[in-house]
């Protein structure tokens, strides 16, 4: 099975400091797409940055960037000037051809004040 | 806009009872999918659809059973529920399937004692 790994279960963070948060993923597929989810204390799943794995360009939203390296098959998530609304767990996924999204098992991220 | 909206919102059986979980978009999306979220497990997918009439399973599908008889519902039923289907269940739709994003409901809390 093609798996999505998130090594780190927990993290924390001084509030406007930088995170980042590992993911990796197996894959025999040359085209696919990477993406992070966010999943605030509310449960809602809400899109982050996502990442098209032909693009070398790393993508870029606001205070949300990624290191995106294809061969080491690599896919981290920096974020930026932490803010308290930050607080979540966090989802890598990737999906291609006909293949729907597989998740990370997650992290979960504490923004302290 | 609703996006999409999950019915019911939580929900207490007892082992053997039957229910359905309900799913509704207004985007006008070909593709749903039903997640199960476990602590530490991520979102794992149960099944989803590409199209009207049509289903497939995922990772984890067995105990359930789906139905899309229109477009813009994506029905999720448990025939005779056990402890271990005790779970947050998201249900997510996209244009297509690898390349955008998925858009998620906000999720149903199921206890089965």
């Known amino acids: 099975a093609q798996t999505v790994t998130q090594s780190q279960p927990e993290m924390s963070v001084q509030e406007a400091e930088t995170v980042t948060l590992s993911c990796t993923y197996d894959?025999?597929?040359?085209?696919?797409?990477l993406f992070w989810y966010k999943q605030p204390p509310s449960r809602q799943m809400i899109l982050v940055i996502r990442?098209?794995?032909?693009?070398?360009q790393n993508a870029t939203e606001n205070r949300f960037s990624v290191n995106f390296q294809k061969a080491a098959k690599s896919f981290s998530l920096k974020i930026s000037d932490s803010q308290l609304g930050d607080t979540a767990m966090y989802f890598c996924?990737?999906?291609?051809?006909?293949?729907?999204?597989?998740f990370g098992k997650g992290t979960r991220l504490s923004v302290i004040a | 806009n609703a996006g999409v909206t999950q019915t019911p919102k939580f929900r207490v059986l007892k082992t053997g009872q039957s229910m359905t979980l309900l799913c509704a978009q207004d985007?006008?999306?070909?593709?749903m999918y039903w997640y199960r979220q476990d602590p530490g497990m991520g979102l794992r997918l149960i099944h989803y659809?590409?199209?009207?009439?049509?289903?497939a399973k995922g990772e984890v599908p067995d105990g359930y059973n789906v139905s899309r008889l229109k477009k813009q519902n994506f029905l999720l039923g448990l025939e005779s529920a056990a402890p271990s289907q005790t779970s947050v269940y998201f249900c997510?739709?996209?244009?297509?399937?690898?390349?955008?994003?998925?858009?998620f409901g906000p999720g149903t809390r199921l206890t089965v004692l």
């Open positions: 997510a739709s996209s244009y297509r399937i690898s390349y955008n994003e998925q858009f």
């Open positions: 894959t025999s597929e040359n085209n696919y797409y």
């Open positions: 990442q098209e794995a032909y693009k070398q």
């Open positions: 996924a990737r999906s291609s051809g006909n293949t729907p999204l597989v």
């Open positions: 985007m006008n999306h070909e593709y």
């Open positions: 659809s590409v199209g009207e009439g049509t289903t």
